[in-house]
C-alpha cells in the first residue's frame, strides 16, 4: 500500500504485482487484489485506505494500515484457493496458521542482520525468490521456486534506432551508485539523461553527495517518470547504466530496458549475472575501467538481441504461468478447499 498498484511514478513491486494480477485475470482467474483504494485493476479490489501511503499528505502510520489490511484478508481467507503475498513480513504469522494454501514472493535483498532469525522461526512458510541470487544469505530457508520478474509483451516497443545518450532509471540511493554512471558518460563523452527519484531517507546523500555531480552540460537530472514517458525514455537510450554497489534482488529496469531493445551495462552484483548476457543485451562489469571500456562497445550489440530475450524469458505470460505451476503445485500439498 505505500504505492498504488500499479504505482503512477516508482515502485517495483507494485509494478509486478500489477502484472501478474492483469495477466492472471486475462487467463481466466478470479482474482482479488488486497491494496490501496487508488489501483487500478480488472481483479477484485479490496482495500482500507483510499490512497497510496506514499502519496497521501496525512502522511498515515503505514503499519496500522497494512495490519488493518491483513485483517481483512484474514476475515475472505476462506474463500481463497491460493493466496499469495507481496508484503514482505508482517503477514507471516497468518500464512504460517493458513489452512489454506498460502506463498509469499520476497523482493527485498535477503542479507539484512534479522532474516535469517526470522525465517527459522517461519521455516514452515513457503517463499518464492525473484533470483537465484537472492536466495544466498539464507540459501537453507523454506524456498519453493524462483520465479523471474515479467512485464507486458505490449508495453514497451522495440526502438531499432538509439539517440546519442545513456540513461539512469530508478531511485538514487548509495547502493545504486549514480556516481559511477556520471563517470562512465563523461569518459565516453556521453550525455547522461537521469530520470530517478529521491525518498526522503536520501535527500542528505543526494544534496552533498550526487548534486555537485549534476553541473556538467553532459549530466541532465530529469525527475521521477511515469509508464508513459519510460518507453520513449528507455527505447531512445544508447544503453541503460547500472552500475549497483548491493546484491540486487532482481532490477525490472533492466527488462523495462531489453523490451524497448536496449542494452543493459552492469556492474555484476545481485541478479545482474542471471538476466544479462554479457556481450548478447548487454555487458557485465566489474570495475569501472572494464565500465568505461564497455560502455564504448555497446554499439556492437544487436537491439533485436535485447528484445528477444524479453520475449523469450521476461513477458507478464511467462511469469504468470510459472506463478500457476507453483499455485498448483501448493494445492497439491494443501486438499483443504474454500467452502
Not at 520465479?147 to 514497451?156: A, C, I, M
Not at 562497445?297 to 530475450?309: D, T
Request: aromatic content about 8%; some cysteine; proline content about 7%.
Amino acid at each position: 500500500m505505500f504505492e498504488s498498484v500499479p504505482p503512477t511514478g516508482y515502485g517495483g513491486t507494485e509494478r509486478v504485482v500489477s502484472y501478474l494480477t492483469e495477466t492472471l485475470v486475462e487467463l481466466g482467474h478470479d482474482v482479488t487484489l488486497y491494496a490501496s483504494g487508488d489501483s487500478r485493476t480488472a481483479a477484485r479490489l479490496v482495500s482500507v485506505i483510499e490512497r497510496s501511503l506514499r502519496l497521501d499528505e496525512r502522511r498515515p502510520d503505514p503499519l496500522v494500515w497494512h495490519t488493518m489490511l491483513m485483517d481483512r484478508l484474514w476475515e475472505e481467507a476462506s474463500q481463497f484457493d491460493v493466496i499469495h503475498f507481496h508484503t514482505d513480513v508482517i503477514h507471516l504469522p497468518m500464512a504460517r496458521r493458513c489452512p489454506g494454501a498460502c506463498i509469499t514472493t520476497l523482493h527485498g535483498r535477503m542479507d539484512l542482520p534479522d532474516l535469517g532469525a526470522l525465517y527459522r522461526h517461519f521455516a514452515s512458510v513457503p517463499l518464492v525468490s525473484v533470483s537465484m541470487s537472492q536466495r544466498a544469505p539464507i540459501s537453507w530457508a523454506n524456498w519453493f521456486a524462483t520465479v523471474h520478474h515479467g512485464l507486458p509483451d505490449s508495453l514497451y516497443s522495440l526502438h531499432a534506432q538509439p539517440g546519442e545518450y545513456f540513461a539512469f532509471l530508478g531511485r538514487i540511493a548509495p547502493e545504486k551508485r549514480l556516481d559511477r554512471a556520471i563517470e562512465i558518460a563523461k569518459a565516453c563523452d556521453t550525455p547522461l539523461l537521469i530520470a530517478a527519484k529521491v525518498d526522503p531517507v536520501d535527500e542528505h546523500y543526494f544534496k552533498t553527495s550526487i548534486a555537485p555531480l549534476l553541473d556538467h552540460p553532459l549530466i541532465k537530472f530529469i525527475g521521477e517518470i511515469d509508464d508513459a514517458a519510460k518507453n520513449e525514455f528507455l527505447g531512445r537510450a544508447r544503453a541503460l547504466l547500472m552500475p549497483i554497489d548491493w546484491p540486487e534482488p532482481f532490477g525490472l529496469v533492466m527488462i523495462e530496458a531489453f523490451a524497448c531493445g536496449t542494452p543493459v551495462l552492469a556492474y555484476g552484483h545481485g541478479s545482474v549475472p542471471e538476466i544479462v548476457e554479457h556481450g548478447v543485451n548487454g555487458f557485465v562489469v566489474h570495475d569501472q575501467h572494464q565500465a568505461i571500456a564497455a560502455a564504448r562497445e555497446i554499439p556492437r550489440l544487436g537491439r533485436q538481441n535485447c528484445r528477444k530475450s524479453f520475449e523469450r524469458c521476461f513477458t507478464a505470460r511467462t511469469m504468470a504461468e510459472a506463478y500457476l505451476s507453483v499455485y498448483r503445485q501448493l494445492l497439491d500439498r494443501h486438499p483443504v478447499r474454500p467452502q
